[in-house]
């Protein structure tokens, strides 16, 4: 199995190496997790690999995806956009099982075997689309199968309060995607994000819970288990003279030096520069 990297900070040796190409990957979690942030997060690593990307949004419009990805710091994608490496699908508002059932498949005849990565976000209003399981299962089994069709899928789930991920809102999507991840998070406490890999069809993967951070520029960072322990000061520039001791393309040195742009001690908290530093070589190297 082909594997990709997924452009989450930390999350490629827990899936051994990366995504599965052609698979489709299932992110859940409640609102404010960072679903979106691990799928835009997964749509620009590609891009920096000279992939297409299709994001079909089902709920939020284009224009405030695209902002909240600037706010991120994550301008390059306003050149992606222009470059026509990305493309939106604006399905928000539309009947769901009539924009499956008769205009993606002209999508997937357009786009079939380019290898692009397709972010689908979220698929909550297709299963609110019917009530009737059967339809459901039917429905999202069609779309995983024809945009696997075009390349890698990465769809977000919301989560709305089942411990065990076993509401009717999660069971049918979890069963028919090779891959889910789940992303937990509670309001009432600073350390209180965690991921999760529930499985992943044909692919070693770790079978634990692991801390995360959101950190503007950078995104998602999954800390390894020895996370948690005091950083030293100014860890932003710590970080910054450490990426110039490490081999890498120019490119990819001003990207992450400009990410760092307005990040704080305060941001990093429990991640010390040289850990943040060994993730962000993980996804590159080789890449």
Same mark, same amino acid.
């Given at each position: 199995m082909r594997k990709i990297r997924s452009g989450v900070y930390g999350l490629n040796p827990l899936l051994d190496g990366g995504v599965n190409e052609n698979s489709t990957t299932v992110v859940i979690g409640r609102s404010g997790a960072g679903k979106t942030t691990f799928a835009t997060q997964f749509i620009r690593r590609g #891009? *920096?690999?000279? *992939?297409? /990307? %299709?994001?079909?949004?089902l709920d939020e419009n284009k224009e405030q995806i695209i902002r909240?990805?600037?706010?991120? /710091?994550?301008s390059d994608i306003l050149e992606s956009l222009d470059d026509e490496l990305?493309?939106? %699908?604006d399905a928000s508002g539309r009947e769901f099982s009539n924009f499956i059932r008769k205009e993606l498949p002209a999508f997937v005849a357009d786009w079939k075997g380019s290898n692009a990565r397709i972010v689908i976000d979220? $698929?909550?209003p297709v299963l609110w689309s019917t009530k009737d399981l059967y339809e459901q299962r039917d429905l999202i089994g069609y779309m995983f199968k024809q945009t696997r069709k075009v390349g890698t899928v990465l769809c977000t789930l919301e989560d709305h309060g089942s411990a &065990?991920?076993?509401g009717p809102e999660t069971v049918i999507p979890m069963y028919l995607a &090779?891959?889910? =991840?789940? #992303? *937990?998070f509670s309001s009432n406490s600073d350390s209180a994000r965690h991921l999760k890999i529930v499985k992943c069809r044909n692919s070693r993967h770790s079978p634990s819970a692991h801390p995360f *951070? =959101? $950190?503007?520029? #950078?995104g998602i960072v999954i800390q390894g288990v020895d996370g948690g322990r005091p950083v030293t000061a100014k860890a932003p520039s710590q970080l910054r003279q450490l990426l110039l001791t490490r081999s890498m393309p120019k490119t990819i040195r001003d990207h992450l030096d400009k990410s760092l742009d307005g990040l704080t001690d305060a941001d990093f908290r429990g991640l010390k520069p040289e850990e943040v530093l060994d993730l962000i070589l993980q996804e590159y190297q080789g890449g």
């Amino acid at each position: 199995m082909r594997k990709i990297r997924s452009g989450v900070y930390g999350l490629n040796p827990l899936l051994d190496g990366g995504v599965n190409e052609n698979s489709t990957t299932v992110v859940i979690g409640r609102s404010g997790a960072g679903k979106t942030t691990f799928a835009t997060q997964f749509i620009r690593r590609g #891009l *920096q690999e000279g *992939q297409e /990307g %299709i994001f079909v949004s089902l709920d939020e419009n284009k224009e405030q995806i695209i902002r909240e990805a600037v706010e991120m /710091g994550w301008s390059d994608i306003l050149e992606s956009l222009d470059d026509e490496l990305l493309v939106f %699908i604006d399905a928000s508002g539309r009947e769901f099982s009539n924009f499956i059932r008769k205009e993606l498949p002209a999508f997937v005849a357009d786009w079939k075997g380019s290898n692009a990565r397709i972010v689908i976000d979220p $698929l909550t209003p297709v299963l609110w689309s019917t009530k009737d399981l059967y339809e459901q299962r039917d429905l999202i089994g069609y779309m995983f199968k024809q945009t696997r069709k075009v390349g890698t899928v990465l769809c977000t789930l919301e989560d709305h309060g089942s411990a &065990d991920l076993a509401g009717p809102e999660t069971v049918i999507p979890m069963y028919l995607a &090779d891959c889910v =991840i789940h #992303l *937990q998070f509670s309001s009432n406490s600073d350390s209180a994000r965690h991921l999760k890999i529930v499985k992943c069809r044909n692919s070693r993967h770790s079978p634990s819970a692991h801390p995360f *951070q =959101i $950190l503007r520029g #950078l995104g998602i960072v999954i800390q390894g288990v020895d996370g948690g322990r005091p950083v030293t000061a100014k860890a932003p520039s710590q970080l910054r003279q450490l990426l110039l001791t490490r081999s890498m393309p120019k490119t990819i040195r001003d990207h992450l030096d400009k990410s760092l742009d307005g990040l704080t001690d305060a941001d990093f908290r429990g991640l010390k520069p040289e850990e943040v530093l060994d993730l962000i070589l993980q996804e590159y190297q080789g890449g």
